[in-house]
């Protein structure tokens, strides 16, 4: 296999006539550059110089492949210069995975305006709830709540304050009541979300240190977020939602929070990626814009929702 370092000398030893002034351009032993020299000319099968005590020219061989030479050094340094090029830039396709309930009402207009401000941004956008295999699917980062389980992963917080709410339709509690602590929970329906095989029908309130966790059930259970907020939206349940995906719902009066008085479960939101190395300038932008907005929508700040 040819090696770049070799190409560069033979192309350094045929501009100079000598290996040793070579050497000293590229700051090399005259040994090393004669050692590369012969590595080349047993990998092309051929003689490329003509060696003397006092003279090095090329042959016949050694001049057609010099141009060749020439060509792939170029065409490797011009990769070289777009890779520096891209390392700052902010550009390129990235494909993220973001969850169905925040990403389609709350995340894509976001990744709209970013790509406004930043057209050379192209996306490919995956929408699930359930966390892409980062390791063998083609996705550069994910958004998801809570802390990955795989400690192998980059978690980079977005939203860390983030928690889970209870909350129904102002037409669900009319008919129904108001819930006045967590064990209330028990005699209302219930919608609950799946996630491959995990039922989330266990929900976790705390208040003055005390932590206590109440089972519920319903007539309606979810793969989908986006799913389980439209079911509270038609006043069919009460949802046990992340602050973020109903916060637009909540101040549009569209759902109601209930039990307010205590903490629910934190549902903290992580940008997450395989490897430190994939954490491009484009990456961190869109994380530094994803940040600012969350903040101006915590905030109650007009993101059109």
């Known amino acids: 296999m040819l090696r770049f370092e070799d190409l560069r000398i033979f192309v350094a030893a045929a501009d100079h006539g000598s290996f040793s002034a070579a050497a000293r351009e590229l700051d090399l032993t005259p040994a090393v550059a004669s050692a590369a020299l012969k590595r080349l000319e047993l990998t092309l099968e051929t003689r490329l110089f003509v060696r003397s005590t006092r003279s090095l020219r090329l042959t016949s061989d050694g001049e057609r492949y010099l141009e060749y030479a020439r060509a792939a050094l170029s065409t490797l340094q011009a990769g070289q210069n777009a890779l520096a090029r891209d390392k700052t830039a902010i550009s390129g396709t990235l494909s993220v995975s973001i969850p169905s309930d925040l990403g389609r009402n709350v995340l894509l207009p976001w990744l709209d305006e970013f790509q406004l401000r930043h057209p050379r941004v192209s996306f490919q956008v995956r929408i699930s709830d359930r966390l892409a295999d980062l390791y063998r699917q083609p996705v550069d980062i994910a958004l998801r709540y809570g802390t990955p389980n795989d400690s192998s992963l980059v978690a980079l917080p977005l939203g860390e304050h983030n928690r889970r709410v209870v909350c129904a339709s102002p037409a669900y509690f009319a008919r129904h009541g108001m819930p006045q602590a967590p064990a209330d929970l028990r005699r209302h329906n219930c919608l609950c979300f799946v996630l491959g095989e995990s039922l989330h029908d266990r929900w976790t309130f705390e208040r003055g240190g005390a932590s206590q966790v109440v089972p519920v059930k319903g007539d309606r259970v979810g793969d989908d977020g986006d799913l389980v907020r439209r079911w509270a939206l038609a006043g069919h349940g009460v949802a046990y939602k992340s602050r973020y ?36 300038p484009t990456v961190k932008r869109l994380r530094e814009f994803l940040q600012a907005r969350l903040r101006d929508f915590e905030a109650g700040v007009d993101t059109g929702q």
Do not use: I, Q
């Open 245 to 280: 995906d109903v916060l637009g719902d909540l101040r549009a009066g569209r759902l109601v929070e209930a039990l307010p008085d205590y903490a629910s479960e934190p549902s903290p939101l992580y940008l997450l990626c395989v490897h430190r190395m994939l954490l491009s």
